[in-house]
């Protein structure tokens, strides 16, 4: 593996940084405050190929490699956290398994859309008693002639609200336990498809996370994704390809309270001089700036072993989103202990990175599953 970008890389990442600076930052601010979606600037991306970014050309996608998906990750979430993970879910939780398990027909409906971002993707596996348990979900799917019915509810889904294809995870035989799940794409117009409540956050709050309550929901039979009792695996592989999309937010928001933390210690004078000429900021500028490039290189391998490596990258993809979602906590709180009480308030952006970073080392497992799954991979 290469450690310096490619020229294309390079390219894609100057492309996406001026993009973010020029429509995403003057908004951003905006967007947390308001808890307002970010439609607009969606509709910019997709116009780019950001939104079809891993789906081949063949469907409309760009076709990139995942290094530069990582990037463009990065880039938008170091100006707007909350249209990272939407990016991310996306492309890696939604395009990638119909890419990866869908048959003809399904890549030819469904690519198309989402690579030009007419319906935005949403991962439908999170419920009330299944968070990282996802063995022990209870929604339920009884194929009755030509439709399967899903009756149960989801939570946490992000886009829930605003999702037009969702990858829908239900129990199709029970006695099989978790090989007995099985996945489908649904559209949010089927019978019997209901969005519940939206969740008030303490960060990400441009992302509209809810719950979806389905109530006898007609799925068509031909929307099986795979087959039936792969729902478990399905999804499993579709976390660890989401995992690296995340620890790409993480390395972005981390790096955005890293750039703050320069700028206003280098603006910031006290007894006489700006707090940049004191060891004490230095020193935290310099932990923040190592760990971060050490982060970015473990997100840069993951992204690597999913495009070469034969077989699952589990390990990888844990370990980059542990080590980065910790990163970026690490960096958030040295970032408002640099700007000292104007840190604490909403005036710095500062202090929304502190609120957005906390959910890296939640969301697609948490960093205790992280480790279980580092653990499992080095004792088989």
């Known amino acids: 593996m290469q450690l310096e970008l490619n020229e294309q890389q390079k390219m894609i990442q100057k492309m996406v940084r001026e993009f973010a ?55 938008i979430s170091k100006k707007c956290a909350s249209t990272g993970v939407i990016t991310s879910v996306h492309n890696s939780l939604v395009s990638w398994p119909i890419m990866k398990y869908g048959n003809e027909e399904q890549k030819k409906k469904y690519l198309p ?73 649904v559209e949010n117009t089927m019978k019997g498809f209901k969005v519940g409540d939206t969740f008030e956050k303490m960060g990400i709050n441009a992302n509209h996370v809810t719950e979806l309550i389905f109530e006898d929901m007609e799925v068509p039979k031909e929307n099986l ?31 955005a309270a890293l750039e703050e933390s320069i700028e206003y210690s280098k603006q910031r004078q006290q007894f006489g ?3 940049a000429k004191f060891q004490a900021i230095q020193w935290m500028l310099a932990d923040m700036a190592t760990r971060i490039e050490a982060a970015r290189q473990l997100v840069y391998k993951a ?58 080392e939640i969301y697609e497992g948490t960093s205790e599953v992280q480790r279980l799954v580092i653990a499992n991979s080095l004792l088989k």
């Open 273 to 275: 001089r700006p707090i």
């Open 113 to 185: 859309i989402l690579a030009r971002g007419e319906k935005i993707g949403a991962f439908a596996g999170t419920e009330p008693n299944a968070g990282s348990d996802l063995g022990a979900m209870q929604t339920t799917a009884e194929l009755k002639g030509d439709k399967y019915i899903i009756n149960g509810n989801k939570t946490f889904i992000t886009s829930g609200s605003k999702a037009g294809v969702l990858i829908v995870f239900a129990v199709t035989d029970k006695s099989l336990g978790s090989k007995g799940i099985s996945a489908f794409i």
């Open 303 to 360: 992204a690597y072993a999913k495009d070469h490596k034969q077989g699952r990258y589990s390990k990888e993809a844990a370990m980059a989103k542990l080590f980065a979602s910790e990163t970026a906590m690490d960096a958030v709180i040295k970032a408002v202990q640099i700007h000292g009480g104007y840190g604490y308030t909403k005036e710095y952006t500062v202090e929304r990175l502190f609120r957005d970073a906390k959910i890296t």
């Open 21 to 75: 600076e020029k429509e995403i930052a003057p908004v951003a601010s905006e967007l947390d405050k308001k808890a307002k979606y970010p439609t607009e600037i969606l509709k910019k991306m997709a116009k780019l190929g950001l939104l079809g970014a891993i789906i081949p050309q063949e469907y409309g996608g760009a076709g990139l490699d995942t290094i530069s998906y990582t990037i463009i990750i990065e880039e």
């Open 225 to 255: 994704l795979g087959k039936e009792g792969e729902g478990f695996k399905i999804a499993l592989s579709a976390l660890d390809g989401g995992r690296i999309g995340i620890a790409a937010q993480a390395v972005g928001i981390a790096q």
